[in-house]
């Protein structure tokens, strides 16, 4: 059976991800931050087999434990999931925008997966030998990202410039990894209900209603996870460095 690890992968949009791949046959190893909850593992236990290490993908040392765990657990990795992220503590306006928060943010979203990428990498290319298959990749990246990759949020501007970064690192990667047999992607959502989006519903839901995106109603996490297990089958063996947006037609210029 393959094995994925999905950070973040006890809540929200992870949370999906990690659902979604149950179901597709995957075992499912997760890092998440909070001592393992039994009230997440239990119904994903009954989806299949999984393994939940404790940790912040800010931590380089968790990095090492999390592939250790991942690999006592299942012996191999076939698919990195790159999700855990966070949203600023407070939306600060630019102008009075601290680095304090800006360092926990970028840390987080865009130093964290950017080394674990590096590391997981390595254990790809370990396990492949020496022989690059042609057929189908020997292992997949995908980077969750968000569209504030490229929409503006003044309130939230680390934000924007770690998701924008999450983009660039998708491309640096998928580059290097190509001749290596890895393919990267990128999966981009728009609004999506969870609970780091609780506290604006009322704020979305007008501009739900004043035409934000074509398709007019919040994402959910089951629509990201679509995205990703469509990328994670290998069923696009000659493609690298895509970007899914994930969205409700977000990303379309209109007048």
Same mark, same amino acid.
């Given at each position: 059976?393959?094995?994925?690890?999905?950070?973040?992968? *006890?809540?929200?949009?992870?949370?999906?991800?990690?659902?979604?791949?149950?179901?597709?046959?995957?075992?499912? *190893?997760?890092?998440?931050?909070?001592?393992?909850?039994?009230? &997440? /593992?239990?119904?994903?236990?009954?989806?299949?087999?999984?393994?939940?290490?404790?940790?912040?993908?800010?931590?380089?040392?968790?990095?090492?434990?999390? %592939?250790?765990? @991942? /690999?006592?657990? $299942?012996?191999?990795?076939?698919?990195?999931?790159?999700?855990?992220?966070?949203?600023? *503590?407070?939306?600060?306006?630019?102008?009075?925008?601290?680095?304090?928060?800006?360092?926990?943010? /970028?840390?987080?979203?865009?130093?964290?997966?950017? $080394?674990?990428?590096?590391?997981?990498?390595?254990?790809?290319?370990?396990?492949?030998?020496?022989?690059?298959?042609?057929?189908?990749?020997?292992?997949?990246?995908?980077?969750?990202?968000?569209?504030?990759?490229?929409?503006? *949020?003044?309130?939230?501007?680390?934000?924007? &410039?770690?998701?924008?970064?999450?983009?660039?690192?998708?491309?640096?990667?998928?580059?290097? %990894?190509? =001749?290596?047999?890895?393919?990267?992607?990128?999966?981009? =959502?728009? &609004?999506?209900? @969870?609970?780091?989006?609780?506290?604006?519903?009322? @704020?979305?839901?007008?501009?739900?209603?004043?035409?934000?995106?074509?398709? =007019?109603?919040?994402?959910?996490?089951?629509?990201?996870?679509?995205?990703?297990?469509? /990328?994670?089958?290998?069923?696009? =063996?000659?493609?690298?460095?895509?970007?899914?947006? &994930?969205?409700?037609?977000?990303?379309?210029?209109?007048?």
């Amino acid at each position: 059976m393959p094995v994925a690890m999905v950070t973040g992968g *006890s809540r929200g949009i992870g949370r999906g991800i990690a659902e979604r791949l149950l179901r597709d046959g995957y075992q499912v *190893s997760i890092l998440a931050t909070k001592p393992a909850p039994e009230e &997440v /593992l239990a119904p994903l236990r009954e989806l299949g087999d999984i393994s939940y290490t404790a940790g912040s993908i800010a931590e380089p040392a968790d990095h090492r434990r999390y %592939l250790d765990d @991942t /690999l006592a657990a $299942f012996g191999r990795v076939d698919v990195l999931v790159n999700n855990a992220g966070v949203a600023p *503590s407070v939306r600060n306006d630019v102008l009075v925008a601290t680095t304090d928060e800006f360092d926990r943010v /970028l840390s987080i979203n865009l130093r964290g997966p950017y $080394f674990l990428t590096q590391l997981v990498a390595n254990q790809l290319i370990a396990q492949r030998g020496g022989t690059i298959p042609t057929d189908k990749p020997c292992g997949t990246v995908v980077n969750v990202s968000s569209i504030s990759a490229t929409v503006v *949020s003044t309130n939230r501007g680390e934000y924007c &410039v770690s998701k924008a970064g999450v983009a660039m690192a998708t491309q640096i990667w998928a580059a290097r %990894l190509a =001749p290596e047999g890895i393919v990267v992607y990128e999966v981009r =959502p728009g &609004v999506i209900a @969870t609970d780091m989006t609780a506290g604006v519903k009322d @704020t979305y839901d007008a501009l739900f209603a004043d035409g934000l995106a074509p398709m =007019p109603r919040w994402g959910t996490p089951a629509d990201v996870a679509g995205a990703v297990a469509v /990328l994670a089958s290998g069923q696009m =063996p000659y493609s690298t460095g895509d970007v899914i947006v &994930v969205g409700g037609g977000m990303q379309i210029p209109r007048l």
